[in-house]
């Protein structure tokens, strides 16, 4: 090798680095496998992503739709399923191509500057997409900021920078998924710039780790991750939830609590005689119902489903009030101009209140429950009543509803 202006050192790194090169598990087809495995499951997060951020962040211009029933729960758990996958493809795709880190010299004219630039955000956003996607499904906060939106704007980098990735690397990869392994390693190596790559040493050493051992494993591990944890909505895999924070059938009347009445500072005003449902706002007609009117109205049953952002989720039966009855008690047709403000009789918190559209208000399975699985609604899970509705996420989902205020456009 001829590599007069190097020092010693580096020569022995671009020496190391081609060997590594040079093996299948470094090379530019494993690399494409991998970035294509990786590219599928972003894609699917991050669409199911904007989703969740839609019903969370309405916009007028496109309303979420009540049905189908359980659309978010299929797409919430998709959400967290892709994440979790996404771990150890990540993890064996950035082995994979690390050597490549080492090329020297590190650029090649400005398009190439920028190419490599762009990595800093794909590696960086993912990495931070994954990990702070994980520590929140597990309830661990190790930050200050407000995750949903962080997780929301950092997943915009991520995937702006992912499309110049691809957008870069399709060529080679497309080459390289062509070619037979070992030609796809060798014109790799030489496109780092190293004559002394076109060597034809390129067969990996014997008991090495070869391209489908490695890709073998990786899968695997893929598998093991996604079972262990899809069992959180996934009812027949329910046995084998191991990492999932949620065994979605365990909880009161069979359903999980996240916030209970203690947590929420409800559990007096809930319990008291003294406690009215209000329908106010832009009504004809102010409604005032107790506890036992509730009871008495609440004639419609649905099967329904609590999916939580987090990605566990469960179907439960419900019994309730439909919301559109309470509406048309107070005088109020459910227009397009209409959006209906449900609030808890908590006092602070995040998820304290919700709103309906007006589509999600005229479905009659949009309802303030007080009947969950056949019994009385558990007070952890809204006594006296709480909102559930169809194609909701989790946190939509109000507790210990106290008033309903109709709100015109
Ligand atoms: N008032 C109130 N309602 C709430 C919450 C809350 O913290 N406060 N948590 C929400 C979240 S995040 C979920 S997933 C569901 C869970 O309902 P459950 O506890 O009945 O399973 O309730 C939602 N309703
Ligand atoms: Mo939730």
Redesign the pocket.
Known sequence: MNLPRVPGRLRAVAVARDEALRRPVHDARTAAILGICLGVCFLVCFLTGLYSHLQQNPVTWLPVPPRPASLYRVTQGLHVATGFATVPLLLAKLWSVYPRLFRWPPVSGAAHTVERLMLVPLVCGAVFMLFSGVANVSRWYPWGFYFPAAHYWVAWITVGALVAHVGAKAAVARAALARPGDAAALGDAAALGDPASGDPMTAPARGALGRRGFLGAVAVATGVVTVTTVGQTVSPLRPLTLFAQRRPDI??QG??????AV??G?VDAAGDPAFRLRVTGAVTRRVELTGTDLDRLARREAELP?????G?S?SARWRGVPVADLLAAAGVEPDDGVTVRVE???AR??????ELNHRQAGDLDTMLAVA?NGERL?L???YPC??IGPNR?????????HELVVVRA
């Not at 996420?393 to 509803?401: F, H, I, R, S, Y």
């Open positions: 909880g009161p359903v999980p609590v996240n916030r209970s947590q929420a409800v609590i999916a939580c952002v987090e566990w469960t808890s009789l908590q918190g995040r998820y304290r209140a919700s969950l558990d952890d899970h809204g709480r909102l996420a989790g946190v939509l989902q109000t507790k210990w509803v």
